[in-house]
Every structure is written in structure tokens, then in C-alpha cells.
């Protein structure tokens, strides 16, 4: 059973930047697609960033320009996937999740917090 873990959250100011972490306890294929969503209090949970085993990439029309995803790994696995978030907003407030779908699974993280205060 392939766990996600999602670290790097917490409080930052408005213009300000953080970094998330997601980390498979197992072996994902190199070719499964990670990504990442977000839920805000009150709001349905949404695509933020989206990267396919050839590194396409994708990305919700909210983030575009600001946030970056990427991902690593050696030997046709994945070994982490990163959100690199600038210039955040209020609004960028929310629970972060950490998804992928490899043979046939649909994994969750658990989430990670990210405040941003004005």
C-alpha cells in the first residue's frame, strides 16, 4: 500500500513564498501522473498543479506564473514531487493534497496546511 506524504506548509505572509513536499512511502511508476489540489475552507477541493510522467505540465488558471511543480526521481520511479509557490495570496489559503494514480490506484495524501495572512 503506497503511502503520500505531504510536508513544507505552514503560516507565511502575503508575497511570500513556501515550497511542498510530497513523498511516496512506495514505488510509483515513473510514468504516473502527480499533482497537486488544494481546499479552502468552504470551497470544493481543486486542481493546482498537474505533472505527467513526460513533464507536462498543468496548471489552474488561479496559480499560473506563480506556482511550480516538478518532480524527481531515478530508475522509472517517482521519489518526490514539489510545489514551489511565490507571490501567495489570502486566497491561496488551504488544506494541499498530494495525488497520484499508478496502476490502476487513486493515492491521497493526507494534507498539508498553507496560511497565508495579509
Known amino acids: 500500500q503506497v503511502q503520500l506524504v505531504e510536508s513544507g506548509g505552514g503560516l507565511v505572509q502575503s508575497g511570500g513564498s513556501m515550497r511542498l513536499s510530497c513523498v511516496p512511502s512506495?514505488?510509483?511508476?515513473?510514468?504516473?501522473?502527480m499533482s497537486w489540489w488544494r481546499q479552502a475552507p468552504g470551497k470544493e477541493r481543486e486542481l493546482v498543479a498537474r505533472?505527467?510522467?513526460?513533464?507536462?505540465?498543468?496548471?489552474?488558471d488561479s496559480v499560473k506564473g506563480r506556482f511550480t511543480i516538478s518532480r524527481d526521481g531515478v530508475r522509472n520511479t517517482v521519489n518526490t514531487v514539489y510545489l514551489k509557490m511565490n507571490d501567495l495570496q489570502p486566497e491561496d489559503t488551504g488544506i494541499y493534497y498530494c495525488?497520484?494514480?499508478?496502476?490502476?490506484?487513486?493515492?491521497w495524501g493526507p494534507g498539508t496546511q498553507v496560511t497565508v495572512s495579509s
Open positions: 495525488r497520484t494514480y499508478d496502476r490502476g490506484r487513486d493515492y
Open positions: 512506495g514505488r510509483i511508476s515513473g510514468i504516473a501522473p
Open positions: 505533472v505527467d510522467g513526460m513533464h507536462t505540465k498543468n496548471y489552474g
